[in-house]
């Protein structure tokens, strides 16, 4: 009974392009890839990034929308209308909507911080102003506000529950006139965020130092743990492993070209990770500032970088907007996987599953708001050995993700008939030479990575060896 709900469709594959882009553009890209590559020492991490999208992520991406569009469903109902009612597949469907509710959980609290970090630039908390005279707050303060931040928990909880507030709202629109509809303002306004900011960084004298960071590959400085991250950050970038992407295939129409559009997707969400170094790390070298700095490079150096510059409030502004702007099309996809599986399995409307999951993710996100004001939640820590939102964050990244896209390319590989996985790639492509390599890439290359970069992350295999 559940499937007489008319389902959503995309209107156009360039909307498809833009909300699925919108997914996959978010904080993994400028606020995780910018440390990342500068704890690894830059170019050689990016060299092995960009192989790891190209050989990993865009195969698994492929699948994702060939599995959904060829099944018109969200994960659980997929699964189920390919193998059957008691497959055990339909696990991995719930597996991946399990997983979709707890990221969003902690990544609502991250993109809250955009939320606050935007309001401080609006209300000149970095350039103080005395009598009309805007000057830069001491360094030392900057820094520490972020410290401050994050202990407080009420902040925390309040942006959440705003930033969760605004991600219901458009999921409850629907497909097009929700999703479809705010992908195409904010794409395209964060790329001319993106673009104007980049203007500005070419400007900055440590332009040149920051190519050469990102650019020039210096052998000695990539370890072991940097291409398990490598790997890592391509799959998380890409919105891979939870059927985020499977999802948002299904509501593709049967006439556009799977390839073209998966590639555009990568090369969209690439650049954009290139581009907010390109921001980053000229404006951290033109004020001598270390490219390790860690999660906190976005939200401390940044804007102790930027209180220096002409025009800072502006530019803080159009930073953290960029931020949040990013971070909400990726929550976006997020709860649609939940909601539109909910609605396929339990038969709930559109309104009544995304107010429901929408509060449980909303409530569930509350230990992670508070994770860093110790309190009540200190002997979780006790326990666990790290927080809660560390955990949240942990579980999914190293364990649910992993699995997920490993289990993803095993069904579209070797699982899914020959037929319906040829035909969905090969509609309306002009690549379809690229079928074979596509499949056998997926069958072996695919599975044997992730299984040798999980074993990694977990710590089962231990990799001083590689050292
Ligand atoms: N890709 C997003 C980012 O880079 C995060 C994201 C959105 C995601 N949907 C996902 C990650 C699904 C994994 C799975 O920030």
Redesign the pocket.
């Given at each position: 009974m559940t499937q007489e709900q008319p389902r959503g469709q995309w209107a156009s594959r360039l909307g498809f392009v833009l909300a699925a882009g919108g997914?996959?553009?978010?904080?993994?890209?400028i606020?995780?890839?910018p440390y990342a590559t500068g704890q690894n020492g830059g170019a050689l991490f990016v060299l092995v990034y960009l192989g790891c999208v190209l050989v990993i992520g865009l195969p698994i991406l492929i699948a994702e929308i060939v599995i959904g569009r060829h099944a018109h469903r969200a994960p659980v109902g997929a699964f189920i209308h390919i193998k059957g009612e008691d497959s055990a597949w339909r696990i991995i469907g719930w597996m991946s909507v399990v997983?979709?509710f707890i990221?969003l959980s902690y990544?609502s609290v991250v993109a809250g911080w955009t939320l606050n970090y935007t309001l401080m630039g609006i209300t000149h908390f970095f350039t103080p102003c005395v009598d009309n005279v805007c000057a830069p707050r001491d360094p030392q303060q900057i820094q520490d506000a972020f410290g401050t931040l994050v202990a407080a928990g009420d902040i925390n909880v309040f942006w959440h529950f705003v930033f969760m507030l605004v991600t219901v709202a458009i999921v409850l629109g629907g497909v097009q006139r929700g999703i479809e509809a705010w992908s195409r303002f904010l794409m395209p306004a964060l790329l001319i965020i993106l673009v104007v900011l980049m203007a500005d960084a070419v400007l900055q004298p440590g332009f040149g130092r920051a190519l050469g960071f990102l650019f020039a590959p210096r052998f000695d400085k990539l370890t072991a743990d940097g291409v398990l991250q490598a790997l890592g950050q391509s799959?998380?970038?890409?919105?891979?492993?939870?059927?985020?992407?499977l999802t948002y295939g299904s509501y593709l129409s049967k006439q556009s070209d799977i390839v073209g559009a998966s590639t555009t997707i990568a090369v969209l969400?690439t650049a954009v990770a290139l581009l907010a170094c390109l921001v980053v790390f000229p404006i951290i070298f033109s004020f001598s500032m270390e490219p390790e700095a860690g999660p906190g490079l976005v939200f401390k150096s940044m804007p102790i970088a930027l209180s220096m510059m002409p025009g800072s409030t502006l530019l803080t502004i159009l930073f953290f907007g960029l931020l949040f702007f990013?971070?909400l099309t990726?929550?976006i996809?997020?709860l649609e996987?939940v909601v539109a599986s909910v609605m396929e399995q339990v038969g709930w409307t559109r309104f009544r599953a995304t107010l429901v999951m929408g509060t449980l993710i909303f409530v569930f996100g509350i230990p992670s708001a508070l994770a860093g004001s110790g309190g009540v939640f200190a002997s979780w820590s006790k326990i666990f050995g790290m927080n809660f939102f560390d955990t949240m964050d942990h579980l999914?990244?190293n364990w649910l993700?992993p699995i997920g896209g490993f289990f993803i390319a095993l069904f579209a590989g070797w699982v899914m008939p020959e037929d319906a996985r040829r035909g969905e790639f090969e509609a309306g492509s002009k690549a379809r030479f690229l079928y074979l390599p596509w499949l056998w890439t997926l069958r072996l290359v695919v599975p044997v990575a992730i299984l040798v970069l999980w074993l990694f992350s977990v710590g089962i295999l231990s990799h001083d060896w590689l050292r």
């Open positions: 997914s996959a553009v978010g904080l993994g890209n606020w995780r890839f997983s979709g990221i990544y799959f998380f970038t890409l919105s891979l492993g939870l059927g985020a992407m969400d990013a971070a990726s929550a996809s997020l996987v999914s990244v993700l």
